[in-house]
């Protein structure tokens, strides 16, 4: 894509109402725009990188036999009556309600709607195991919004839900679940570790998040070298200098982001809504589900908390608005400038060509220092310049987002040398 | 996809509570779930579909240059008020509103908050023309919603913005944006007439609808063989009989389903919320608008109207949830059964490596009688069977859903014989 012709710009100031840098930077670099505390509209180089994180999520949903859904955000109140949670829990505390055509919701999760759906289509336990997931806008009624992406009243999420005909089905799910999440959360760099905690009302038993270390993170969790625990209502009775109740180690304290969380439901819902099978035995059962949360565009305020710097964002190559950066340094006399105008538009055009998503800053009415200052905010991993002093090389020069060092490569051998990068 | 992993199946009987074709069909086909009036989840076949669909618009509405974003679905009241359209016209009468957090609407339309967005960017001239589109979910608290997905409470829409220094750049661009719909219309087999319309509460001036006709349209147009106008308020003045105006022929009443519409904005939106530009005469001056309209949902529930029989949907090409629908009919002894299973197992796989999007209709306990039906319904526009019959010849069976002949076609020349229908 030509940054001419890109509508948005930069910032260099950072926007007064924000404190996180996520959403700092993602302002400054224009990848997003806030239309009220925990409400973004996502601008094209945001919707470029949430759409990766969606992909990647997709890919290992679809990997564990996940099969893609699209349900209502409208939320019948009828339905949320049957759980009891129209009154209680987060039906009460963050579902928005509208007045139209009687009493909705906006859907704060899907329990409730997958539950209704799911006990039209399953009947013997040979319908079973399904997994079901969707990727889609949620919204909730964040008392605290002021952390960017990390907490949104209106976000985009995965929820996958798994259904089983036994609870022994149902753990090794919930097992292969956690290796998708880390899979997850290694294609998109973040090193997340895995904490128990309480069921927030969803459920009794213990559930697991996925923390992602971060300074800044609003989580704070207890951990020990052999076992970690999210401090919360329900185990705060731990705290940073106890002793570990399992391997007597001295627990600490630290920041996180909660980047994903997963959680064993039991036959809560299947039991109150009546969503029953038949078993081998002949008997009537309520179907063991679970759930498997993640927060789209969570994890993409919380690459950018982890990867940046002074300067900017600096994206993991799989999540990156664009795989490449190429600018174009004119100047010097016309006819230099003339010449690295062209060999840049060849180059641009020979890169789209081979199939390399780039943006080429074609801009003529910014400086050197300018387009550098905005390469560095906006953050594509890889950098490609052209200028007089790479053209008298016949090359161009390459550097990477993260590192100082920059090379020059022949032009002729630039395919070769993104080979091997593994761009395309 | 293995049709036996799909988790949901199809119903022989019509919904209850459903009058229009296209719900009737969807549903019982299981592409979509109702939940209220007008509110439908999307199952794992529609989807499929709505995204292809999606994916048609997105390719049109580039080549025009659009650029893609994402807005917010919660509005704030305070950006509603600047045009006051929070308590008159579409933000009185179909915009739901919620309590939490102070006043917030849900998007019915999104001229305010994307003019809000564009003010920030825009200074001059040079920065225009923009051409600015989301594929999004819309809601409309509509008093009449039962025409399954022809008017949904909650829908999906691409919405285009255009933006312009003077009135004729607009209309140039205008004029381009009528070939990319008729372009989306052709790849989804609908044909579209471009009718006027009135305003309908967004401009004063005439706008543009693409219809398309259909015996349960719910829109009514007078048409002649020159010129067509949508019947509505303002040109209400013409009806079936009277002379056309222009060309003193006869007009004619046919029902319509109006499938997308163009509006030109002016600088109503601009004007009011203040997004200026600076042109070449160092004048400062509202920014000329315009608006381009197409309910995704909407247009697939169009192409059912249009393309059904009575046995179930018949899928164009182009949007069908798979290219291909592989049926496997075991049956005779069991060797015989054994090698039915063992071709159309080597076939499915050789298929899905090949890159076609199949689905595999490997169910073992359904009859054949049923399968056929089935795949009738779901409507897949190419259809191959592996029987008994078909083996003995060293073939399989290929069928066009819409027709009534089948052709045996030789084992081994099935990547020849789909290369050529254009099936990867």
Redo the contacts between chains.
């Keep these: 894509m030509r940054q001419s012709?890109?509508?948005?710009?930069t910032k260099k100031q950072a926007p007064k109402d924000e404190k996180s840098i996520n959403a700092i930077l993602l302002e400054r670099a224009d990848f997003i725009?806030k239309?009220?505390?925990g409400?973004?509209?996502?601008?094209?180089l945001g919707?470029r990188v949430?759409k990766n994180i969606e992909e990647i999520v997709r890919e290992e949903m679809n990997k564990i036999?996940g099969?893609?859904?699209?349900?209502?955000?409208?939320?019948?109140k009828k339905l949320w009556q049957e759980t009891g949670r129209w009154s209680e829990g987060i039906g009460k505390s963050v579902m928005?309600?509208?007045?139209?055509?009687g009493k909705?919701g906006?859907g704060p999760t899907h329990e409730e709607?997958l539950t209704d759906?799911?006990r039209?289509?399953v009947q013997s336990f040979e319908?079973l195991p399904?997994y079901?997931y969707q990727i889609q806008?949620k919204?909730r009624?964040e008392a605290r919004a002021r952390s960017g992406l990390l907490r949104g009243?209106?976000f985009k999420m995965k929820d996958l839900y798994s259904f089983h005909s036994s609870e022994s089905d149902f753990k090794e799910y919930y097992e292969k679940s956690k290796k998708a999440y880390f899979q997850i959360f290694k294609r998109c760099d973040l090193k997340a570790i895995i904490t128990e905690a309480s069921g927030a009302g969803f459920t009794k038993e213990h559930t697991h998040e996925f923390q992602v270390i971060a300074k800044d993170g609003e989580d704070k969790i207890i951990y020990c070298p052999k076992l970690h625990f999210s401090q919360n209502k329900e185990i705060s009775k731990f705290k940073a200098g106890d002793k570990c109740p399992l391997c007597k180690k001295i627990l600490k304290q630290t920041k996180s982001i909660e980047a994903g969380n997963i959680f064993p439901l039991g036959i809560k819902y299947s039991k109150a809504m009546k969503a029953f099978f038949t078993d081998k035995d002949g008997k009537r059962k309520p179907i063991v589900m679970g759930c498997y949360g993640m927060g789209i565009s969570r994890v993409m305020g919380a690459i950018v908390e982890i990867h940046h710097d002074q300067k900017g964002i600096i994206w993991p190559s799989q999540v990156s608005p664009f795989e490449l950066h190429l600018i174009s340094l004119e100047g010097g006399d016309k006819k230099i400038s003339k010449k690295i105008k062209q060999i840049s538009e060849k180059l641009y055009k020979h890169l789209q060509n081979s199939g390399v998503e780039l943006l080429y800053d074609d801009r003529e009415d910014k400086s050197p220092g300018e387009k550098f200052v905005d390469a560095d905010l906006i953050g594509i991993p890889y950098r490609i310049v052209v200028s007089k002093r790479t053209l008298e090389k016949n090359s161009v020069e390459f550097k990477k987002r993260d590192k100082e060092k920059t090379k020059l490569v022949k032009i002729k051998e630039i395919d070769k040398f993104l080979k091997q990068l593994k761009i395309h």
Tied chains: 1, 2.
């Design positions: 012709k890109l509508f948005t710009k725009y239309e009220m505390a409400v973004y509209s996502f601008l094209p919707l949430l036999s099969q893609e859904i699209s349900m209502a955000v409208l939320q019948p928005y309600k509208c007045e139209g055509n909705v906006l709607m759906i799911i039209n289509y319908d399904l079901i806008t919204f009624k009243r209106e």
